[in-house]
């Protein structure tokens, strides 16, 4: 099932997640309808405070569905190790509309659970390793939005506050 993608400003975004204790057949369909929701957007990654639920769960698809063993689940992962600085253009499923260069790091390491439960390590470089990154900020209540400074933010701010007003956000 698609899920509705919330945007910046609701308060499930901004707050961080809590672990997943148990998972539960709930789990498991919270999973697959976030990989569905994923791919219609289309987008390469979402985390689960993105359709309203505060746990600490994200997928990512850098090839963005066409290729099966680009899909990654990971449940309460944590970043283990992360090296260099790249500076691309990114954009938010929760902020549509909106991209702006945020630095990230070009090689992330990632450890969490799978979906069955069994522990994984895995490692990104490039655009997954910024993929990565981006994900478990969404679990800490944080957008790209936020890692931007200056002009370049209040800019966006502005701009998403002014669509809320005349509710086209
Ligand atoms: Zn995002």
């Known amino acids: ?10 308060q499930v975004l901004h707050q961080p997640a809590a672990p997943v204790t148990d998972i539960t057949e709930d789990i498991q369909q919270l999973i697959d309808d976030m990989v569905q929701t994923m791919y ?3 987008g390469i990654g979402l985390a689960a405070t993105q359709v309203g639920v505060p746990l600490r769960i994200f997928v990512v698809d850098v090839s963005g569905g066409h290729n099966l063993a680009d899909l990654i689940a990971f449940i309460n992962p ?15 499923l929760s902020v549509p509309g909106f991209n702006a260069t945020v630095a990230r790091p070009t090689r992330a390491v990632v450890k969490g659970l799978a979906r ?12 997954l390793a910024r993929c990565f990154q981006h994900e478990l900020d969404h679990l800490d209540g944080t957008l790209f939005v936020d890692r931007l400074r ?8 502005r701009k998403i506050k002014k669509l809320s007003r005349s509710g086209k956000w």
Do not use: F
């Not at 993608?5 to 609701?10: A, D, K, T």
């Open 1 to 10: 099932m698609i899920r509705p993608i919330l945007r910046y400003g609701e």
């Open 40 to 42: 219609a957007a289309p």
């Open 78 to 92: 944590q970043l283990v190790e992360a090296d260099g600085v790249q500076y691309e253009d990114e954009g938010c």
């Open 116 to 127: 069955d439960g069994r522990e994984q390590v895995r490692e990104g470089t490039g655009l």
């Open 150 to 157: 200056g002009l370049q933010k209040t800019l966006i701010v």
